[in-house]
């Protein structure tokens, strides 16, 4: 699930949907749910300017626990969660 998410983002970033009217830089905030190996692709992506290549302002945060980084993503002071799918339920249904 995690590959997927940021899989997702890596093929919008090649087919050119993210890209910036008037080569405008877009401004995304990422947040990653863990310091383990399996968010290392989005930092490296990041350090090595896979971002910056394609128009893309990302910062990279580290949001650990579903009670920090919901919240971030629901109010929009996160723009992408890079992380697992368990804090995201569907109630009452």
Known sequence: ???????????LIGFGCVT??????????VAYASPAATFCPGVIAKREGLFARY?????????????????????G???????????VRMRGI
Request: glycine share 16%; with cysteine; proline share 2%.
């Open 20 to 29: 910036g009217a008037d080569g405008q830089t877009i401004k995304l905030v």
């Open 1 to 11: 699930m995690k590959r997927n998410i940021f899989a997702g983002l890596i093929c």
């Open 55 to 75: 128009g893309l302002d990302v910062e990279m945060v580290l949001m650990q626990g579903a009670s920090t980084y919901m919240p971030a993503l629901a109010n």
């Open 77 to 87: 002071n996160i723009q992408v969660l890079y992380g697992g799918g368990t804090a």
